[in-house]
């Protein structure tokens, strides 16, 4: 079974940076497909980002095109997202979630099967 553990929230004012991770264990990141994920209170969840096994291809929400990237690291069993330009709007808990897939896709926001605890980002203006 696979675990995910989210690291790296905590409160940024808005225009900063931030970068999450995500890491790995059980299974070797490789076999899945990674996704970042958020909620905001009184909202729905709704997928951020999403990259293929490879790696090599990425989706994004319109609301975070530009600002934020995904990206991973197989060797190290990491996944990471990095932040920039934040604004209030982004205040969410953020999860990572992982699933199979073939080498090159990414999965549709419902096809996630596991998940971790979350990790609580808050922009401040």
């Known amino acids: 079974q696979v675990q995910l553990v989210e690291s790296g929230g905590g409160l940024v004012q808005a ?30 969840r709704e997928r951020v980002c999403a990259i293929s ?23 190290k069993n990491t996944m990471f997202l990095q932040m920039n330009t934040l604004k209030d709007e982004d205040t969410a808990v953020y999860y990572c979630a992982a ?19 979350g990790t609580q980002v808050t922009v401040s203006s």
């Open 99 to 117: 699933t199979d897939a073939p080498w090159w896709s990414v999965p549709g926001p419902g096809d996630f099967k596991y998940w971790g605890l």
């Open 53 to 75: 096994r490879s790696g090599g291809t990425t989706e994004y929400a319109d609301s975070v095109k530009g600002r934020f990237t995904i990206s991973r690291d197989n060797a």
């Open 15 to 44: 225009g900063g940076s931030m970068r999450l991770s995500c890491a790995v264990s059980g299974r070797s990141l490789a076999n899945y497909a990674m996704g970042w994920f958020r909620q905001a209170p009184g909202k729905e």
